[in-house]
Each structure stands twice: as C-alpha cells, then as structure tokens.
T-cell receptor, first 116, second 113 residues
Framework: GESVGLHLPTLSVQEGDNSIINCAYS??????FIWYKQESGKGPQFIID?????DKRQGQRVTVLLNKTVKHLSLQIAATQPGDSAVYFC???????????????FGKGTHLIIQP | NAGVMQNPRHLVRRRGQEARLRCSPM?????VYWYRQLPEEGLKFMVY????????ESGMPKERFSAEFPKEGPSILRIQQVVRGDSAAYFC???????????FGQGTRLTVV
C-alpha cells in the first residue's frame, strides 16, 4: 500500500548547526503536507505546512522543501537549539482540493537529538 | 483560548472492560479527528467527525470501537471489551475546516492489563 516514510530514524546534530530531516511519500495524489514535532509524552505540534502548488515555504527558523518529481519532502531547521530535540513527523493528505480520504497519513518519525 | 483537551491523560483497564476517551475541541472548531499511536510509530488515522455526524471512519477497527461527537459535550472514543493490543496513545485533533488536523491534544495513554 502507499505510505509516507522517513529515511532515518535518528538524526544527531550539534547545537547551532542546521538540521535537515527528510521524508519520502508514495501517494502521487497527495497535495498537502505538514510537519509536526512531538516531544516525549506530548501531542504532535504543528510546525509548518505546504501545498503541492508550492516548492518551498519558510517559517521562523524552519523551511520546508517539496520535490513532487521524486515525491520528497524535507524540513530544514536553522541554528538548532536544545528545545528542538523531539521526534519529527511528516504527514500528507490526498485530495485536499476535493475527494480523497479525510485523515492525515503519518510517517514513522525521525528522532532529532541535539548535541551540546 | 484553551487548546484541544483530552481526558483522562492515562487510563488503565483490565481485559474485557470498556474504555472511554474524551476530547473537547478548540473553541470554534467543529471538526474532530481521532488517531492512534503505537510506541515508536507514527499516528494512524481512525475517524473524522463533525457535530453529530461521522464523516470518515475508514481507520476504525470494525468491531469494539465506536466514536461520537454529540451536539453538546465532548467527542467520545469508546473501546469495548479491551484487549492488550488496544494499549496505545490515542490523540484527538480539531480543526476549523475539513482535511486539516493542525491542533492536537496531549493524548490519552491507554494501558490494558
């Protein structure tokens, strides 16, 4: 079946460095993507989203890049801080513009570890 | 403006008992989604509801699981005759419009013993 998945289960970076978390998706009908951050014992927290008619979107210290040709999504976090340590999930939904399932499909997550 | 509120945060049930999980959406949100998360896994969509209506329950197990979102009060996810495999974190999300589940609650962690 089609799914959303992440390339690496754990990513360790030095504090202050930039982080890049990758995500591959297989549903070509996906047209809306969201990155969530989940800290231990808490619910997912919305970080940034992007629609399929865009290639790039920037937020505060975060940038999401979408490559529809290879069905790849990435989250870039600039100047990582200890508070960025968490599990990051990409999620996708197909048919936002009409039709398709109503639930987000989540990948398994990447655990980002910030080294002091 | 309070966020999505779920209770209880932790719930322990013996096999065969019923579990009731409650979710109050954010103020002004009429769309509610339930997700299940197993340890070290992503979230799996279960059901999407609007007030008094189940819109999409394609992720719900066919037996023992039910959900409602009455006109008044919180959304309820009910699991009857729980089994050990039901042990998981159950998250609720709400949104002001469909197909965007941007705001999640803190979850209910169900343990079946």
């Amino acid at each position: 079946g089609e799914s959303v998945g992440l390339h690496l289960p754990t990513l360790s970076v030095q504090e202050g460095d930039n982080s890049i978390i990758n995500c591959a998706y297989s549903n070509s009908a996906s047209d809306y993507f969201i990155w969530y951050k989940q800290e231990s014992g808490k619910g997912p927290q919305f970080i940034i989203d992007i629609r399929s008619n865009m290639d790039k979107r920037q937020g505060q210290r975060v940038t999401v890049l979408l490559n529809k040709t290879v069905k790849h999504l990435s989250l870039q976090i600039a100047a990582t801080q200890p508070g960025d340590s968490a599990v990051y999930f990409c999620a996708e939904i197909a048919g936002l513009s009409g039709g398709g399932a109503d639930g987000l499909t989540f990948g398994k997550g990447t655990h980002l570890i910030i080294q002091p | 403006n309070a966020g999505v509120m779920q209770n209880p945060r932790h719930l322990v049930r013996r096999r065969g008992q019923e579990a009731r999980l409650r979710c109050s959406p954010m103020k002004g949100h009429s769309h509610v989604y339930w997700y299940r998360q197993l340890p070290e896994e992503g979230l799996k969509f279960m059901v999407y509801l609007q007030k008094e209506n189940i819109i999409d329950e394609s992720g719900m197990p066919k037996e023992r699981f039910s959900a409602e979102f009455p006109k008044e009060g919180p959304s309820i996810l009910r699991i009857q005759q729980v089994v050990r495999g039901d042990s998981a974190a159950y998250f609720c999300a709400s949104s002001p419009n469909r197909r965007i589940a941007a705001f999640f609650g803190q979850g209910t962690r169900l343990t079946v013993v």
